[in-house]
Structure formats: structure tokens, C-alpha cells
């Protein structure tokens, strides 16, 4: 059974931190790249950060020097720390798992993140 369990979400104030996890499991596919994706309400669902499973990254503008996304591949699982955050980073965050090659995605089931001023 393929699950993608995001958690880590919270309310925080604006300058904190946290850190969100994506542990995907059952996947009958190699995994290409593991990206962190958010929404906000009202707003296209947008790319955050993506790692391959080269370890290559790549960032948004808004996020970058703030938001850093890392492998743990003992745990089989992908961090997004997420630095001095600012009420505008408020959204549900997803995780999204893409298969290689031309093969199937995955979402999360997204994890509210709210940032208070």
C-alpha cells in the first residue's frame, strides 16, 4: 500500500522554525525526485523545494537562504527546515513523490503550516 506521510506542521511565530517530514512507503517505482509543495488559500498550489535522488536541489525565490531540504536514506524519508518564517509561508504543504521513468506521482495528504505576525 503506497502511503506519503507528511508531519512536522504547526503554528509558529513569524521568525521561528519548523521542520516538516515526508516519509513515502510502498512505492513499486524508483523515485526520481521528492519536492515540498504549498497552498495557500485562494492561491495555485505552488513548488517549494525538490530534491533528486542525486541529492541535487532546487528552491523557490521566496524561499531561498530561509528553507532547506535534505534525505535522511536511513530513514527513507525528506526534511524541510524551514527558517525565520514569515506569515506569507501560511499553507498547507504537500509532499510530492515523482517516479522515473515517466512514471506515476504521489501527493500527501498536506500538513497546515501557519506563521503568526
Known amino acids: 500500500q503506497v502511503q506519503v506521510v507528511e508531519s512536522g506542521g504547526g503554528l509558529v511565530q513569524a521568525g521561528g522554525s519548523l521542520r516538516l517530514t515526508c516519509a513515502p512507503s510502498g512505492i513499486p517505482f524508483n523515485i526520481n525526485v521528492i519536492g515540498w509543495y504549498r497552498q495557500a488559500p485562494g492561491t495555485q498550489r505552488e513548488v517549494v523545494a525538490t530534491?533528486?535522488?542525486?541529492?541535487?536541489?532546487t528552491y523557490a525565490e521566496a524561499v531561498k537562504g530561509r528553507f532547506t531540504i535534505s534525505k535522511d536514506n536511513d530513514k527513507k524519508s525528506v526534511d524541510l527546515q524551514m527558517d525565520s518564517l514569515k506569515p506569507e509561508d501560511t499553507a498547507v504543504y504537500y509532499c510530492?513523490?515523482?517516479?522515473?521513468?515517466?512514471?506515476?506521482?504521489?501527493w500527501g495528504q498536506g500538513t497546515q503550516v501557519t506563521v503568526s505576525s
Open positions: 530534491i533528486s535522488d542525486l541529492g541535487s536541489t
Open positions: 510530492h513523490i515523482n517516479t522515473a521513468p515517466r512514471g506515476p506521482e504521489y
